[in-house]
């Protein structure tokens, strides 16, 4: 990678696959301080304070909030990204994110809980749009798609390259250090004390308006000012700056192959793709894996850590410090799903990672029911927990989208990341919204549900689907028939 592209690929990550995990893991720790507003502001408005039931309720709503916006973002996304281009539409999405900001920062002062309740829809408006929208937190529309398997696949990098792997789980290390990052802020030592809150969820400004100063340094998607503006010269232009290289007209022939090829193409809808039986298994594969990575119960985990570990009996002075620990694991369990995906594969990788997700969440169970006897078994809960962040870090949370790409023709890949991302929302916007609500009804037995379903995910891909390592689409596709 040539350093403009690595620089981009860089600015991109951190101003939205970070800020996606940072706003994951933000209503974490200031989740009594901000009931307790939401309890004051009640009682000012109707004399009363809000009942233990439907204050739960307000608070799942502020932390589901954030999904139901990323599911509109990334249905809008698509309609951005072709008249701004990347840059323009990744502009667009910054300014919401600055005025997502106001809205948390004021809250408190203006005494109002529905400005944070705004705020987290549109920091999820982002994120949906930036980050598991269309438009990837990483430029490979920067780079001529490659047609050298001559099936009319287009992956960014042709079948074998060791970068399409890497760089298809490179957003997952950023959503870690996103997570990890606001897991440090709310110690109590800094962001973590109750007059803080309304700053520690404005934050999310300050990666966006990094952003927002920087794209500008930086040449439009050479793909996009080719291929959509038909502006040759531009497309030039910011190859010689990407690619580092001045000759480079046998990139922009081969952008213009794409450009004629996709100009004959009639690409499918979101209807035709679930009534083809031509990639019905491929189809349900991408249905599968996408719910099951947000009902594994990881949203679970990141939403409400304080309260899980709390639950398990760990002392409430070292519930930030030992949330903290699983964040910095989680960072380097994705470090090692990023290095080691083009060695071990796709299946292996996601395979284990839900196994070791459904065994963890058993795991709690069986910890929580026993730590009445066994004071130790507390520490067992947070053992499982570190193995769950760690399980979805190294698999399931990359390689379902990369899967996505792999397992479709371009004229399918967009309805099918329709699919997936609109799943990938709504179910993380179903654990958010219940998670609360199941873990008073069921107690220690709520981890089972996710344990059944981690466990029946990592059953299908090991009887359905191929590895797509160094495979293309019509070998792929062979192996599904």
Known sequence: LTFPLLSVTLLVSFGSSMLYGYNLAVVNSPAEHIKAFYNATWSQRYGHGLAPGPLTLLYALTVSIFALGGLVGSLLVGVLVEQYGRNGALSRSALLVLLAGGFMGFSREL????????????????????????????????????????DGEDFIFPTGSNLRGFLGLMPTIFICLGVFSAQVLGLPELLG????????LSLVVVPASLQLLLLHCFPESPRYLLIERNDICGATKALHQFLGTPDVQDVIEEMKEEQRSLSSMEMVSVWQLLRDRSVRWQTLSVVVVNAGMQLSGIDAIWF??????????????????????????????????????????????????FCAMGVCSAGI??????????????????????????????????VPFLMTAELFTQSHRPAAYIVGGSLNWLCNFTIGFIFPFLQMSAGAFCYLVF?????LVALYVYLIIPETKNKTFMEISHIFA
């Open 111 to 150: 005494q109002s809980p529905e400005m944070v309740i705004i705020g987290r829809s549109l920091t999820g408006l982002h994120s949906g749009g930036c980050c598991l929208g269309c438009a990837q937190p990483f430029p490979h529309g920067s780079l001529p798609y490659s047609h050298s398997q001559g």
């Open 451 to 455: 344990c059944g379903v981690c466990l």
């Open 304 to 353: 409400y850590t304080n309260t899980i570990f709390e639950n398990a009996g760990i002392p409430v002075s070292e519930i930030p410090y030992t949330t903290m620990g699983t964040g910095a694991i989680e960072v380097i369990a994705g470090l090692i799903g990023c290095l080691t995906i083009e060695r071990v594969g796709r299946r292996p990788l996601i395979i284990t990672g």
């Open 193 to 200: 004390k109750d007059r803080f809150w309304p700053l520690f």
């Open 365 to 398: 169970t069986a910890s929580l029911l026993l730590q009445a006897a066994l004071p130790w078994m507390r520490y067992v809960s947070v053992a499982c927990v570190v193995g769950i962040i760690a399980g979805f870090c190294m698999g399931p949370a990359g």
